[in-house]
Every structure is written in structure tokens, then in C-alpha cells.
């Protein structure tokens, strides 16, 4: 791999409600906007060669995707690495709620009900992306989720995980180089061996 572009999916029917999915065998697809997103997504792409797309295995993912690229005979590839976070007993329920415990938890703390813990989860990505820098393919766009996409991004500007990050825009294409890319994995498996959440903002 030479070059990634990375992108969340587009808004989809419960992240529009602010429900938490983190199941991937539970239906939810995209919105009209979000169609509308992803289809935006695809005319900023249509110069560019795309070699490989590869997507989480949630629904809303994989349909930005279809749609995005829409037309081409487009390789993809499915990483389970890259699914959004576990809720546990969130699943399902408001994202604040989540949100708000995740802020008064450390990195390591698993969410009640069967949940991940944020450095488990980034554990995971960086594995996901790990396959991805193997790949043969010269331009691989991920479509993926907000957390893989943000902590990636705040990876590359030299910033760890943190316990509160910015938001992802909708279906918006960020391009990283495989150098970049290999400098952000190193960062977060570095954090991962010793999880402290930075200061946000």
C-alpha cells in the first residue's frame, strides 16, 4: 500500500436518532442524507485510481461504500478489525450515556453488559490497519467508523487516544500516506502497551 484514503460511512438511521450500534448483525443502514453523503463521497473520489476498498462489517459501512462506488469493479475487503466499539449494556441506547461514562472511565475499563474497553478497541484497529499496510494494492480507501478514522487522524498530528475526540464528518475522504500511516500504528500500539487518556481539545 502506498496511499489510504479513509472516510466514516454516512449518517445512518440511528446514528441520526443518537443510538449506539456497535452490533454489526443488527440492521442499520443509511439515511437519505447519508445516501446523499456517500454519493457526495464518490464524485470527490471519481479521479481518483482506487485500487482496494476495504469496510467494517457493519451495514452502514458497507452501503457508503456501494455507493461511493458505484460503477467501479472495485476490490473489497470486509475487517471485522475495524467495527465500531462494543457497547455492552449501552447497546442500543443513547450515545450521551455512553459517552458520558466512557469520560469518568479509564482507557482499560471495559463497558458493563460484555463491552469493549477503548484500548482493546484500539488494539483492534491497529491491527486492521496492520493488514492494511500489507496490502499489495497502491490506493486502498477504508470505510470504516469515527473512532478508527479519528484516532488514526489524531495519530498522525502526534496526539494519543483521549477520552473525548472530535467528531468525523459524514463520509468525508482524508488521504494518508502509507508513511503517515505506519508512523500513526506505531503511536497507538505504543499507547496500547501503556493506555493513559491525554488531555482533550
Known amino acids: 500500500m502506498r496511499r489510504a484514503v479513509l472516510a466514516r460511512h454516512g449518517e445512518s438511521v440511528l446514528s441520526v436518532l443518537g443510538r449506539t450500534n456497535g452490533d454489526p448483525s443488527l440492521a442499520c443502514g443509511l439515511t437519505e442524507a447519508g445516501r446523499a453523503q456517500a454519493q457526495q463521497l464518490g464524485r470527490d473520489l471519481e479521479a481518483e485510481r482506487i485500487d482496494l476498498c476495504v469496510t467494517s462489517e457493519f451495514e452502514r459501512a458497507r452501503e457508503t461504500a456501494d455507493i461511493a462506488l458505484e460503477g467501479r469493479e472495485t476490490p473489497r475487503l470486509v475487517l471485522a478489525e475495524l467495527n465500531d466499539i462494543r457497547f455492552g449494556e449501552f447497546e442500543g441506547g443513547a450515545l450521551t450515556d455512553y459517552r458520558a461514562w466512557a469520560h469518568t472511565h479509564g482507557p482499560e475499563e471495559p463497558a458493563p453488559g460484555g463491552g469493549d ?5 484500539v488494539a483492534r484497529y491497529v491491527s486492521g490497519y496492520r493488514t492494511i499496510l500489507a496490502r499489495p494494492e497502491e490506493t486502498v480507501l477504508v470505510v470504516a467508523h469515527g473512532l478508527p478514522v479519528r484516532y488514526v487522524l489524531d495519530a498522525v498530528e502526534c496526539r494519543n487516544p483521549a477520552a473525548a475526540v472530535a467528531q468525523v464528518p459524514y463520509a468525508e475522504a482524508f488521504f494518508i500516506s502509507a508513511v ?17 487518556w491525554r488531555a482533550s481539545g
Not at 181 to 193: P, S
Request: glycine fraction near 0%.
Open 117 to 121: 474497553s477503548r484500548a482493546q478497541t
Open 180 to 196: 503517515e500511516l505506519e508512523d500513526a500504528v506505531k503511536r497507538l500500539e505504543a499507547w496500547v502497551l501503556a493506555p493513559l
